[in-house]
């Protein structure tokens, strides 16, 4: 089995393909990694939450990380990390297209609203918060793989 480096344009197919990584951000003493679904257009990865810690720590400093895998038979693998910014798509004129735009990217993938939509230790049936639709451009991206 032999490590290879994956092309821009393989890492690009890779993301384009899949649904679920982990996004990372910086916490106030710890890197903050959480799983998350996402969608990929145009060097943008899209995706969706409810107000939260991430949302907090992403707000005080809009660079994060990002990184999908896939694991195959024979031991082989993937592995697709991107270095970008974060960008809010707020609920206003401004970004009103860019949010719909989103929202039909993610919609067209199963459970796309999971894990984002959970309220954490909540067991009650109080309305939620409004969602959040955001991006992450791509800064830097690189990708590793087994052949």
Same mark, same amino acid.
Request: aromatic share 14%.
């Given at each position: ?33 959480? *799983? ?23 707000? %005080?400093?809009?660079? %994060? ?11 082989? $693998? ?14 206003? *004129? ?8 989103? $929202? ?5 993938? %199963?459970? $796309? $609203? ?12 109080? *309305?939620?918060? %409004? ?17």
């Amino acid at each position: 089995m032999q490590l290879r480096e994956m092309t821009d344009n393989a890492c690009i197919e890779f993301l384009a393909s899949h649904m679920f990584g982990h996004l990372g951000c910086s916490g106030e003493q710890y890197p903050y990694i959480v *799983p998350i679904h996402y969608a990929y257009e145009g060097r943008r990865l899209f995706m969706f939450s409810m107000p939260g810690l991430k949302i907090d720590r992403l707000r %005080a400093n809009p660079l %994060a990380s990002f990184h999908a895998e896939e694991f195959g038979q024979d031991r082989k $693998w993937k592995s697709v990390l991107v270095h970008g910014r974060f960008e809010e798509l707020t609920d206003t *004129p401004a970004h009103r297209d860019e949010r719909i735009h989103a $929202w039909s990217l993610l919609e067209k993938r %199963a459970f $796309w $609203w999971e894990p984002g939509s959970f309220n954490f230790g909540a067991d009650t049936d109080e *309305p939620l918060d %409004a969602p959040i639709f955001f991006s992450l451009s791509i800064e830097v991206l690189s990708g590793r793989e087994t052949i």
